[in-house]
């Protein structure tokens, strides 16, 4: 049996999260740090969770005495959506890396005890473009997952007795982040969304020019459609999996990354041919892109198949709470650790 340690980060002024006396809104790095010390002490491993705070507020310096850790990156590193495991005795450390983009396994992966990264943002388009240094040898699959699952979870049965008692709406629906800043590579990350709106004015219900709407806001608006659109960000967005937790049907591109649980399109959701992407999802043609997702939709939202939408949100729900919750996923996790190995 072998002692580890979890470092998870704590961003100035921010209290630890005992997830045995959660909330609505512990985050998924919280959930799944502490449900893995618990499996692993079922095991016999001794484990414990140590959070790393960031001493500087520019937020790029990360340290850790007791790993060798002593690093200033060039960009600022993410202060969630991460969290490694230590060996005690040979100072080794995975990264389990759910973030945008893979920050803190490009500023840690040329560490002498690093060993691996898994990756639930894992497209070898994405890195070989993005991040050419990264060896791609030590990045691993993994899942994706809403950022506060229990809050997504209190809210399964209020939105399907919504979708229930009302006649829903059957214009495409997203809203989210689509102001001219939101950028990659110069180009604007959802220029599809302004051509569904200029093109089809009728046909959908879009927003976010400005800001999100909060959480139980969409929730609710997202439950009165009949299909909801997911978008690539960076290149997932956290709403396409509170989506499937509320049981809701998703449209979006045909899925390309890798992923430790499969989704399987039009099994799990309906899969829009997008053309050409870029390297974090995007469509590189968005009239293109706009034109398949209204063929698509206006294909789906037809009265025969109701049974088959019905079918993909609860396959889409089933993945999501029987294989990829914070509790299921862990045996997955272990596994994809190669404990023993380092």
């Not at 959908?204 to 978008?231: Q, R, W, Y």
């Not at 390297?279 to 088959?308: C, F, Q, T, V, Y």
Request: charged share 25%; hydrophobic share 35%; aromatic share 10%.
């Amino acid at each position: 049996m072998a002692k580890y340690t979890i470092y998870h980060p704590l961003w100035p002024g921010q209290i630890p999260v005992n997830p045995r006396v959660s909330h609505e809104h512990t985050n998924i790095t919280d959930l799944l740090a502490y449900e893995l010390k618990r499996e692993l002490m079922l095991l016999g491993h001794k484990v414990s969770i140590s959070y790393v705070g960031f001493p500087h507020d520019d937020g790029r310096t990360i340290n850790i005495d007791e790993l060798d850790i002593n690093i200033t990156s060039h960009n600022k590193i993410c202060d969630s959506l991460w969290f490694m495991i230590a060996n005690e005795e040979t100072k080794r450390f995975v990264i389990i890396d759910m973030q945008d983009s893979p920050s803190i396994t490009n500023v840690l992966q040329k560490h002498p005890h690093y060993v691996m990264s898994l990756v639930s943002q894992y497209s070898l388009e994405r890195y070989r473009v993005d991040s050419p240094d990264l060896e791609l040898t030590k990045l691993l699959p993994f899942v994706y997952f809403a950022y506060y699952p229990k809050l997504v979870e209190t809210k399964i049965q209020e939105i399907q007795d919504i979708r229930s008692s009302c006649t829903l709406d059957n214009r495409v629906f997203f809203y989210g982040n689509n102001r001219d800043t939101y950028r990659h590579s110069g180009r604007k990350i959802r220029e599809v969304i302004s051509l569904l709106e200029m093109k089809y004015p009728d046909e959908v219900c879009v927003g976010g020019m400005d800001s999100k709407l909060p959480p139980e806001e969409f929730f609710k608006k997202a439950a009165t459609h009949t299909i909801n659109l997911g978008l690539p960000g960076h290149p997932w967005c956290s709403r396409e999996h509170e989506l499937w937790i509320l049981g809701l049907p998703v449209m979006m591109y045909e899925h390309t990354h890798h992923m430790a649980v499969d989704l399987i399109p039009n099994f799990h959701y309906i899969a829009v041919p997008a053309g050409e992407r870029l390297s974090i999802g995007m469509a590189a043609n968005p009239e293109l892109a706009a034109d398949n997702i209204i063929k698509a939709h206006r294909e789906w939202i037809k009265p025969h198949n109701k049974w088959r939408l019905d079918n993909i949100a609860r396959n889409g729900q089933k993945r999501i709470l029987k294989e990829v919750s914070p509790t299921t996923i862990i045996p997955k996790l272990i596994e994809l650790l190669q404990l023993g190995h380092w």
